[in-house]
């Protein structure tokens, strides 16, 4: 195992050293095409197309050996198992995810689709825990509830509350197991959806702790995320009393999103409950922009790209600290591909006493996306989970598609990871 003093190194490549050739020569095939921002910008389109004209066999053979073989982890239980031993050969954990979600606009007329869903997130919690130890999976809420009930339901006065999210959690859970009394029913949601759709995606969490892996909920829409904090939040107080096995995902572009992450982690000490927290900077920029500036409501992000970087870093002292804090060891994912906020959270995760390995913090980054850093962060001895979308291309594409235009400032800053990978494929061919 590599030594835990081992400093990091980001500049050096030597990690590089673990991947294939083929794995070098496709990494830096697909970095170089994402480096132009319009082809990232329309790559739903452009994957349209290209099936049209190319036809669905010789398509998926092309996207297999680049975008898809990429970033997605497989489509059979085989091939995801594939790319989770390949990730743990590196010093790398997978965190599977299920890429499915809507929005506002999207929904999708009666409870098949959402059903659906429901049994492919419970189908990825045995996948998870066949992947290995300490297995992760996240999930967005809005494919197992309609995004329109979401914000209705967040928007509700009586519901803006955990105690009350909680006793209406309750209330309908015993409503679909029969014991609600002859009167009892499910409330409904302004969709005209009972709300027992919306919350019968809790008992996945019990599936998921019951065999040793953690959910990871992930943030969305800003005027959706009321709902899904609530929601998550009273999982936690039913699954989170020993061990933090659900955790929510606090963005710190928004601006509230610090106030967000304190007031939820005084809410779970009050309740006596472990803390989960996935920190990101926030992947809805131009569509949070968009739709403040048609609808004529305040922008709820930060103006500049310094401001996010400023509320990153003052989340990230506020969950490591919680991580750290005698009698309460939140669980902390540190989910970000920017390497002055990994140094950061190195530096403070040594002043603090958390270990590297075997504590409470982990890092995270997406699948075949900032490896130099998540190969550095495993060699130096830190917890590396990779995000590990999974499924057929026609499910899985148009999630990359929204996913790279989110990341594009990303994509396209990747100098340091090309340069290394164009040095590591010419040493091993000179």
């Known amino acids: 195992p590599p030594a835990q003093g081992a400093p990091l190194n980001f500049g050096e490549g030597r990690a590089f050293r673990l991947k294939s050739g083929g794995e070098l020569a496709r990494a830096l095939l697909v970095l170089r095409l994402c480096a132009f921002p319009r082809l990232v910008r329309h790559a739903g389109t452009i994957l349209a197309a290209s099936r049209r004209v190319l036809g669905a066999r010789l398509w998926g053979g ?20 594939a790319t989770a031993g390949r990730l743990r050969a590196v010093g790398l954990r997978p965190m599977l995810a299920v890429p499915t979600e809507e929005d506002v606009g ?13 049994g492919a997130a419970l189908e990825c919690v045995g996948l998870a825990a066949a ?5 992760m999976m996240q999930l967005k809420v809005t494919a197992l509830m309609s995004a329109r009930l979401c914000v209705s339901w967040g928007a509700a006065p009586h519901n803006r509350h955990l105690e009350v999210s909680l006793r209406r959690l309750d209330h309908v859970a015993e409503v679909r197991r029969g014991r609600g009394g002859a009167g009892a029913r499910p409330g409904r949601g ?3 959806q009972p709300l027992a759709v919306g919350v019968s995606w809790g008992w996945g969490p019990q599936s998921a702790a019951a065999r040793g892996v953690r959910v990871l909920v992930d943030a969305e829409q800003s005027y959706v995320n009321p709902a899904l904090s609530l929601a998550t939040l009273a999982l936690m107080t039913r699954h989170n009393r020993a061990s933090p096995w659900v955790w929510n995902t606090y963005q710190a572009y928004l601006r509230d999103g610090g106030r967000r992450l304190a007031g939820d982690a005084a809410a779970a000490r009050r309740r006596g409950v472990r803390f989960g927290v996935k920190l990101v900077r926030g992947a809805y920029l131009e569509e949070e922009r968009r739709r403040a500036r048609d609808g004529g409501t305040p922008d709820p992000l930060h103006p500049t790209l310094d401001a996010t970087h400023r509320s990153y870093g003052e989340c990230l002292e506020l969950a490591l600290g919680l991580a750290a804090r005698a009698g309460e060891a939140a669980g902390v994912m540190v989910a970000t591909h920017n390497e002055a906020s990994v140094l950061q959270a190195a530096r403070r995760m040594e002043e603090l006493g958390i270990p590297r390995r075997g504590g409470t913090v982990c890092f995270g980054q997406l699948l075949g996306m900032c490896d130099h850093v998540s190969l550095a962060l495993g060699e130096a001895g830190y917890a590396v989970y990779k995000s590990v979308p999974y499924g057929g291309a026609e499910a899985a594409l148009p999630y990359l598609a929204r996913r790279a235009q989110e990341n594009q400032g990303v994509l396209q800053a990747a100098r340091r990871e090309r340069r290394l990978l ?3 494929l010419r040493r091993r061919l000179l």
């Open 62 to 81: 092309v996207l297999r050996a680049t975008f898809y073989g990429q970033f997605v982890g497989g489509e059979t239980p085989g091939e995801v198992a």
């Open 106 to 118: 999207q929904e999708k007329d009666g409870e098949e689709w959402y059903e659906a869903n429901r």
């Open 131 to 135: 992947t290995g130890p300490h297995p």
């Open 190 to 192: 302004s969709s005209g």
């Open 422 to 424: 164009a040095r590591e």
